[in-house]
């Protein structure tokens, strides 16, 4: 197949990763693939730096722009043209219209395939319905959460709709990563600040609010005192960092919680830690650091939204908590603590899971097996 990717996302949010790893899976199994993405941002460089071949002849830029709208219609016509696509892949709504426009209704246009892994409610009005009966043929969901959204939906046909969870790199996020026995983990330990004998709860996210990291503050602050020694240590973009240091000093807890900010080293980090939690409370589309830590081996306490019923099963790979409820996710992290046995059969079953239903074959299997459904259906109609 030819399949062109349109994704307007300009850094590293989780919908442009899910897009890229689709792009790079389906390269990867012989199709030709071209990637669109927004000229001179970081997002077209790490396509590129997935091996991706990459277009920015569109803007794909974000509202309503009519002058750029048209421009895009027409840039992606000729793209069309030239390129001779079999199926059209969007991610974004300014995509996905434009997509529709410059595509038409033709029986030998390209497929059109939405991608959404954005869990947040889709707008039921007559040119949504439209979108998505008439021009549509495929929308591949992230999660199950994202599908029962479109299901719910009066006059939306719910046969389009597939569910294609993320996947995650099994070998490099893999239980010792750091080498046999305790050395190595302990130096890593001591880098960032954590002693051997302390309890070390990771959370990877960028710090923004809807990643619930207050909650988490809060959490740990409740059970402090019945965690023996411990440390919070926070990897991920600090965008909200001085209000969460602020948030931590009047917790009581601004000595126990590590900001780490960026790091390309994850996957030491949760070789390292002890426990990982996830605090959100919303989106997680596809959760990728969820899945990171469970390919890890590693215990997960997560709140129960998006896609992470999907990821996590509670009892047997971790423990799932309603969102914004600091008082749960306090007693789970306090549940798991003590039990180091309990914590490594989780994190074992959970790295089983993983390899059972998330890794890149898993993906591009469900993505492949879409495409050729809606191509058999389109050529029975």
Known sequence: ?????????????????????????????????????????????????????????????????????????????????????????????????????????????????????????????????????RCTDLVICACSRIAELYRALPGFDASKLRVCRTAVDAERFRPGVLGPGAGARNEMRAAIGVAEDELMVLSVARLTRIKGHVHLLDAVARVSDRLGPWKLVLAGRENDIDSLRAHAARAGVEDRVLFLGLREDVPQLLDAADLFV????????????????????????????????????????????????????????????????????????????????????????????CYAEAMAKRRGS
């Open 278 to 369: 996830l605090s959100s409370i919303g989106s997680e589309g596809s959760s990728r650091a969820t899945l990171e830590a469970m390919a890890s081996a590693r215990a997960v306490v997560a709140t129960d939204v998006g896609s992470l019923p999907d990821l996590v099963v509670p009892g047997e790979t971790g423990l799932l908590v309603p969102p914004a409820d600091a008082g749960a996710l306090g007693h789970a992290i306090l549940e798991l603590a003590p039990d180091a046995e309990r914590r490594a059969a989780m994190g074992r079953r959970g790295r089983a899971r993983v390899l059972a239903h998330f890794t890149g074959t898993h993906l591009a299997d469900a993505v492949e097996r």
């Open 1 to 133: 197949m030819r399949i062109l990717y349109l994704c307007g996302i300009t850094a590293r949010g989780g919908t442009g990763q899910w897009a890229r790893r689709v792009a790079r899976l389906m390269a990867g199994r012989g199709h030709s693939v071209l990637f669109c993405a927004r000229p001179d941002t970081p997002a077209a460089e790490l396509a590129r730096g997935d091996g991706l071949a990459v277009s920015t002849e569109l803007s794909l830029e974000p509202g309503f722009r009519p002058a750029k709208f048209l421009r895009d219609r027409a840039a992606l016509r000729r793209l069309v043209d030239r390129w001779k696509p079999d199926v059209v892949h969007v991610y974004l709504s300014p995509e996905y219209w434009t997509s529709a426009l410059a595509l038409g209704r033709s029986s030998d246009r390209p497929l059109l395939v939405r991608g959404r892994g954005i869990v947040t409610p889709i707008r039921p009005h007559s040119f949504n319905r439209w979108l998505h009966n």
